[in-house]
């Protein structure tokens, strides 16, 4: 059975967006036991929150530095997303692993950079295609959680996001049962761990979350919300997956 503990669904934009399309938070249904929360370009930081003012509606970035200042161009640190208004921040995303190179040890000290300056992860793992063929898939996740997670988390400075990479934008969608193994492993470790601290931590799933699918991904214990995509930017799209959240 599920453990009481408020839901999430968090939209990652990407690089996609100006600042008129942050006029959708408006669009976006108010929710009972769901907090939703919008991550657009980091650019749009600020005027999200803007946009954001009264809905109820969070604003997280995409990733984050783990250092809180210095000479590196192009970065964007954790105390400037705070100070941005900004309550969470992405970590770990598979684009950011595989295209940047980001090990798990990398993840692990952005997480932090996000605890010092009072924002939450959203940390995210997940295995590849052929680390699913070749039925590694709890191993990667085992060591993902291990390297990435740090020993200072809390139920409400880190979210898990389990976005296998193989459904990443491709519409392809984990299976009821893949889902339920993985997340429920993910529990597991969590209590292990941190005792009753893991099981308050919530459990997203992400990769071609839709309207259409989104009711029976929700129907699994461990799932406590979404990492949403291209059907994020959109309140058309979103609003459906935030009710069938708020449902669940």
Not at 146 to 155: C, L, R
Not at 166 to 195: K, M, Y
Request: charged share 20%; net charge negative; aromatic share 4%.
């Amino acid at each position: 059975m599920r453990a009481m503990k408020r839901k999430l669904a968090a939209g990652n934009w990407k690089m996609n967006g100006t600042a008129a399309a942050l006029e959708m938070v408006r669009d976006l249904p108010e929710t009972h036991s769901t907090d939703v929360v919008i991550c657009p370009p980091a650019p749009l930081l600020y005027r999200g929150v803007e946009a954001a003012k009264g809905t109820g509606i969070g604003i997280g970035a995409q990733d984050c530095h783990s250092e809180a200042k210095g000479a590196y161009t192009g970065d964007i640190s954790a105390p400037m997303i705070a100070d941005a208004g900004a309550r969470f921040v992405i970590v770990g995303h598979s684009e950011r692993r595989e295209g940047h190179a980001e090990r798990d040890r990398d993840v692990r000290s952005k997480a932090e950079a996000a605890f010092a300056a009072n924002l939450t992860a959203i940390l995210c793992l997940g295995e590849s295609a052929e680390e699913r063929a070749a039925d590694n898939t709890l191993d990667i996740i085992a060591g993902q959680l291990s390297g990435s997670i740090p020993d200072a988390s809390t139920a409400q400075n880190l979210v898990i996001a389990y976005e296998p990479i193989w459904a990443i934008g491709t519409g392809a969608v984990a299976s009821p049962a893949q889902i339920d193994e993985v997340h429920d492993f993910i529990r597991a470790r969590l209590i292990r761990r941190f005792g009753d601290t893991g099981a308050g931590m919530r459990l997203l799933y992400g990769g071609s979350v839709k309207p259409g699918n989104a009711a029976d991904i929700f129907a699994s214990d461990n799932v406590d919300g979404a990492l949403v995509g291209g059907a994020s930017l959109s309140a058309k799209d979103f609003a459906p997956i935030i009710a069938a959240l708020d449902a669940s």
